[in-house]
DNA sequence: CCACACACGC
DNA sequence: GACGTACGTGTGTGGG
């Protein structure tokens, strides 16, 4: 016989949430409510045997009930975070576990098991429904019982229908009446006043129905109830339809969506070893995990030669071996394809020298899935060929899906999704000195997995992204950048040795007269460059006051030693030998080391898949920190020029692009109609916070406004502020305090984000980017409040970064379309940097706004300024 | 080899 | 009251 269990997912969370005390797993993660209720299911699974199985849950506020009484389960306390937070691993345990699970817009979970249990009963299953709700109790009959559950999470009751009529003396049908009778208070169901349980039943058994209680009303015995029921007839009935399960909803899954088959997958050890389920995971007889990937018969690599047609079906998963060495320069160590035909491992040189494979690898007809896509393009791209026709980039999916997990090893990412034959690269060649490429075919192998993975993965994680609503965000934007990063990062920065090792000379003479200036004030010759060193020379030796500690010992950072300023001249001299000391380690001779001796060019690695907030990164040399504020450094931007004769370098960036999305995201009145009159934001903010005219604003309070800017869009604290601005911690507070009342929109902004991400576990940008954040419940005020001014921040710079990656998108398309020979060259968080030939330049600039202020429109104009010279020191 | 302190950018 | 601005990369020091 066939046999549905049906779960109220809802009410087992519920009660074993309040059941367990609060656990967290490692991540400081509560677990307690995913632990009970895994409990609870192990247990049913165990001892039903179920056949078919589905947990029912509430689909969301108001359901078809509150139209006829709107204070239907008023009055209830809010689900406390800590349980709701759970409710996303519940689901993904269900999955996991290939359990069905189901909500139902307007309707609540008892609806849905009732409608499945009457169509499981007519279809002639039996049916066992778990639940602590007794309200279930009225769907008990012939083949349906209910197991509700007592105190604690372990020990239940199973009602049939004499069970029910032993406990309360009427049949499970009467429970609804009971209800309208005697009310419920937990959902606000009024019921009759006066008349409880005991009364309750006394009628029923008298009359049998509540309807037939009213008709036979003169048969009541006892003045006050009479009365009672009397003036609260409209009520009862009310009441008594309200407690009615409906069970003709409109489910929409079937009975056979519903077969359960017990199965251990591998994504379920992986989530109990996430949520720290170890006694469940030994409970359960878990099969051993592979331990040794090549064995797997599953999948043979073949190796060839040279390709046929036939084994390049679409789509193909491809890998483009390289170690984590600069892909510009780097070798490619073999390829590898899979597909529905094979897979297939081929040794570089015959894969260079395959025609049919370099074609296929042009071909955008042919589909291709890949894992980092801009490395295998660019390592393509140096060696003449071109990469097309990539439908799915893994790890831009990944990095979507879940920022804090990506940038991983495609091994990592597989073994997530229950891939497990793939090793780590770290594993598979060693790692650092011990790397090693491995003699043999044995590469074949591993490369064959990693194919064969990718392969797999793709419906997976589209899969993922569709439910994050993330295949837009994956198709339209961090696909194409990859393509537009690649051809920027190929085209390299023309970049002029001359003009650095000219200052390198220079700096080293300025750092060699200063550095004898340190030794003589100092009285000893030491190592500048070792803060151990100079803390006991400025602290020990000259006496002078030691503000802050490291861990280690005296802090001698920039900060300190400004507030030493004037209290000895050697102090001065320090701040300099490191200012220009970094100017001449980092960037002179850092970029001199890196300038590509063929081209003359830098050609730097932006990172698509690292930072938690969707912005870029750029390693090799990192172009994005390149010295502008002070002079001395700025100068270094000398050195980059334009790579053909009478072009100019071309800068646009966005004014204040993250407060203007913060203008957006909060809907801040006020915050909108400064931007929108054009106001410096910064004097707008001074005249809001100080209480002045535009006049009275002074370079101070501008100052102190930009700061409170500042730290707004980075979630601010007090502290944070009073440190940046030297002021007391209270003036701080007054300062944000005052600004938060200026800008209400925002206020609300800043609440509301913490609310929801402390709901739901994440927060997301304008397009959609995701980061979790499970430290947000964390009873740790530190971790808890860093993870507040995250929530804070994140939609704030992340929307920043969408708005200028759908810019170069656009631009890439928009550079093509007019034959503009001007290149994009570089991207530095809120600004392009471009190449352009003299007679583009004023093409170029009204294009390049004009792109850049309408990539995504917010409620705000969003302003872009440009300049250009003939070094990007003089593009200013 | 790694952690740390420091300094550069947005 | 705790802690303590966001996000990065690169260099040099110094301990294991």
């Not at 916070?689 to 101070?700: I, Q, R, S």
Request: with cysteine.
């Amino acid at each position: 016989m066939k046999k549905l269990v049906l779960i109220d997912g809802n009410n087992v969370v519920y009660r074993a949430f309040f059941a367990l005390p609060l656990l967290s797993n490692s991540q400081g993660m509560y677990t307690n409510a995913v632990y009970g209720f895994t409990t609870m299911l192990l247990k049913a699974i165990e001892e039903e045997k179920p056949t078919h199985l589905l947990v029912a849950f509430d689909a969301g506020k108001t359901t078809f009930r509150h139209n006829t009484f709107k204070e239907y389960k008023g009055g209830r306390q809010k689900t406390p975070p800590e349980l709701s937070q759970q409710l996303p691993f519940v689901y993904q345990l269900l999955d996991a576990m290939g359990i069905k699970r189901y909500d139902l817009d307007n309707y609540e979970a008892d609806d849905i098991v009732g409608t499945l249990s009457k169509r499981a009963k007519d279809a002639g299953f039996s049916v066992s429904i778990i639940t602590g709700d007794k309200d279930y109790l009225q769907l008990v009959e012939d083949h349906v019982n209910v197991s509700l559950i007592k105190k604690g999470i372990s020990d239940t009751v199973v009602y049939d229908t004499e069970k029910v009529r032993e406990r309360y003396g009427i049949d499970p049908e009467g429970v609804i009446d009971l209800k309208g009778l005697m009310g419920d208070a937990s959902d606000n169901i009024p019921g009759v006043p006066g008349v409880g349980e005991k009364t309750a039943i006394k009628l029923l058994k008298q009359f049998g129905t509540v309807e037939r209680v009213y008709e036979q009303l003169d048969e009541v015995s006892g003045k006050k109830l009479k009365e009672s029921l009397e003036t609260n007839h409209d009520q009862a009935l009310m009441s008594k339809q309200i407690a009615t399960i409906d069970r003709d909803s409109p489910v929409l899954i079937t009975l056979d969506d519903c077969a359960y088959k017990n199965k251990v997958t591998p994504e379920l050890t992986e989530l109990f070893h996430e949520l720290g389920f170890q006694s469940l995971l030994e409970k359960m007889d878990l099969p051993e995990e592979e331990k040794s990937p090549t064995e797997n018969p599953s999948i043979e690599v073949m190796v060839v030669t040279h390709f046929s047609e036939d084994q390049l079906v679409s789509p193909s998963a491809l890998i483009v071996e390289m170690l984590d060495e600069n892909y510009h320069y780097g070798d490619i160590l073999g390829f590898a394809v899979a597909n529905k035909s094979g897979t297939y491992f081929i040794q570089t040189v015959n894969g260079l020298n395959d025609s049919l494979f370099c074609s296929w690898l042009a071909d955008r007809s042919k589909e291709k899935i890949v894992h980092n896509g801009k490395q295998a393009e660019v390592a393509l791209n140096w060696r003449g060929l071109k990469l097309n026709g990539v439908i799915f980039d893994v790890g831009l999916a990944s990095y979507l899906i879940d920022p804090a997990e990506a940038g991983q090893d495609l091994a990592s990412v597989a073994k997530k999704r229950g891939i497990t034959d793939v090793e780590t690269d770290d594993a598979f060649y060693g790692k650092g000195a011990k790397r090693v490429i491995p003699e043999g075919d044995g590469q074949a192998g591993h490369l064959g997995h990693k194919a064969a993975a990718l392969f797999a993965l793709k419906p997976i994680l589209a899969g993922e992204l569709k439910t994050n609503q993330q295949e837009q965000l994956l198709s339209d934007l961090e696909m194409p950048l990859s393509r537009v990063l690649a051809r920027m990062e190929f085209t390299g920065v023309q970049t002029s040795g001359e003009t650095l090792k000219a200052m390198g000379r220079e700096l080293d003479a300025t750092l060699e007269v200063i550095e004898k200036d340190i030794y003589e004030l100092a009285g000893v010759s030491f190592n500048i460059n070792s803060p151990k060193q100079l803390g006991e020379i400025l602290f020990e030796k000259l006496m002078l006051p030691a503000i802050k500690k490291t861990k280690t010992g005296y802090s001698t950072a920039a900060d300190v030693l400004e507030k030493l300023r004037g209290r000895h001249e050697i102090i001065d001299k320090i701040l300099d030998f490191r200012q220009l000391g970094k100017l001449k380690s980092t960037y002179v001779e850092g970029l001199l080391k890196v300038i590509n001796p063929k081209t003359g060019k830098v050609h730097t690695c932006y990172n698509q898949t690292l930072t938690q907030t969707g912005r870029l990164s750029s390693t090799d040399p990192n172009l994005q920190n390149i010295p502008i504020r002070l002079e001395e450094g700025r100068k270094i931007r000398k050195a980059f020029l334009p790579s053909e004769p009478g072009w100019q370098i071309f800068s646009a960036d966005y004014s204040q692009i993250e407060l203007r999305v913060l203008a957006h995201i909060a809907d801040d009145a006020h915050l909108k109609q400064a931007f929108i009159d054009g106001l410096d934001i910064h004097t707008k903010t001074a005249m809001d916070v100080f209480g002045v005219e535009k006049n009275g604003v002074t370079a101070l309070m501008r100052r102190h406004a930009k700061a409170v800017n500042f730290g707004i869009i980075y979630g601010i604290s007090d502290y944070g502020l009073s440190q940046n601005l030297g002021i007391t911690r209270k003036e701080a507070g007054r300062f944000i305090e005052k600004y938060l009342e200026s800008y209400p929109g925002v206020r609300h902004y800043m609440e509301d984000i913490v609310k929801k991400a402390k709901k739901s576990g994440f927060v997301t940008t304008l397009l959609n980017r995701r980061r979790y954040l499970p430290e947000i419940t964390s009873r740790n005020f530190n971790l808890r409040s860093f993870a507040e001014r995250t929530a804070m921040n994140t939609p704030i710079q992340g929307s920043a970064a969408d708005v200028i990656k759908k810019a170069m998108v656009i631009m890439d398309r928009r550079l093509a379309e007019e034959h503009l020979k001007s290149r994009m060259l570089l991207q530095v968080h809120d600004e392009l940097i471009f190449e352009v030939p003299e007679e583009e330049i004023e093409r170029m600039k009204v294009v390049v706004p004009e792109v850049m202020e309408h990539a995504i429109t917010l409620k705000v104009p969003l302003k872009v300024e440009c300049a250009y010279g003939p070094t990007w020191y003089d593009a200013k």
